[in-house]
């Protein structure tokens, strides 16, 4: 069994300090989800983008907590909440699609993106999905890992799916996790 990095320890000693909740995304959060995207990834959201993802109904919510005494937090809500991370899912008939998921920096590896994707299952299943889907970038083996432990397989690949620099294209991994017998994790 490998031990865990000191680095991880503390990370997860201060996750395990943290207490959060989910809320709507709501247009107000938009400027400040469009900049922790910007600090997130290389071809992040536009305004727009999540401007859209609010304004056409899709699940967006945002994993928010009071600050840590002494923290001092990049993105806030107006009331003052830490944005923890965040997550862009649409419902189908059957199925539903998750489109953005996001956890701040500073906040990775703590654990965070499994709550999100975990709360993601269980608000589809109680829609009546039968399936989580997803696409991945070919290169982001992080999350693939992720998404494997925590059941999702592995079903295909969308070529040319992501940007990347200099007109060049990414392809996508397109994963799902099957929903109709699955269980939160003890």
Avoid at 145 to 171: H, M, S, T
Wanted: hydrophobic share 45%.
């Amino acid at each position: 069994m490998q031990s865990a990095s000191p680095r991880t320890n503390a990370a997860c000693a201060v996750a395990q300090e943290r207490r959060v909740s989910f809320i709507p995304m709501t247009a107000a959060h938009v400027p400040v989800i469009a900049e922790l995207e910007k600090a997130a990834y290389t071809h992040p959201w536009t305004r727009n983008n999540l401007q859209d993802a609010v304004l056409h109904h899709n699940h967006a919510q945002l994993l928010v907590s009071e600050p840590l005494p002494g923290e001092l937090a990049t993105w806030h809500t107006a009331t003052g909440e830490v944005v923890v991370g965040y997550f862009v899912a649409m419902m189908g008939v059957d199925e539903a699609h998750l489109l953005n998921i996001t956890v701040a920096p500073q906040y990775r590896r703590q654990g965070w993106a499994t709550v999100m994707l975990q709360a993601l299952a269980v608000w589809a299943q109680g829609r009546g999905a039968q399936t989580l889907w997803l696409e991945v970038r070919q290169s982001n083996e992080g999350a693939k890992a992720l998404y494997r432990a925590l059941q999702f397989e592995d079903i295909g690949v969308r070529k040319r799916y992501y940007p990347l620099n200099n007109q060049a294209r990414e392809d996508a991994q397109v994963m799902r996790l099957p929903l109709a017998d699955w269980r939160m994790p003890k």
